[in-house]
């Protein structure tokens, strides 16, 4: 959900018709999915060799993608918001298998914390 405005402009004081905001819709979201690989502290790993999988519930094979040195992996595959639920696992460049995640249906991206 969009976050609406203040209700009081703070520069000038003036009111903002509140009417003006109720059915405000978010406008900016991912075409493709994208996964972040972030520590607890919310700053995203360096991740150069790492790669992630995504597959459905029932096993099927959707796509590989490498994550960028800034800890993203984007599915240029996967239209968002998704529409079904993913496991999605995550390698180092030598197979060795990190973590894995159950990502719910309607998102655009997703985020592996630790």
Do not use: E
């Not at 405005?5 to 018709?17: A, D, E, F, I």
């Not at 905001?21 to 060799?49: C, E, H, K, L, M």
């Amino acid at each position: 959900m969009a976050i609406r405005p203040p209700q009081t402009l703070k520069s000038t004081g003036r009111k903002v018709p509140a009417s003006r905001y109720r059915n405000v819709s978010p406008t900016q979201t991912f075409r493709r999915f994208t996964v972040i690989w972030a520590n607890t502290d919310g700053v995203p790993f360096n991740t150069t060799g790492f790669f992630a999988t995504l597959r459905r519930l029932n096993g099927s094979f959707v796509q590989a993608a490498g994550f960028d040195s800034f800890g993203t992996a984007r599915f240029s595959r996967v239209r968002t918001p998704t529409n079904q639920t993913f496991i999605l696992r995550t390698f180092r460049d030598d197979g060795t298998l990190f973590r894995v995640r159950t990502v719910p249906p309607g998102v655009s991206s997703f985020v592996v914390i630790g």
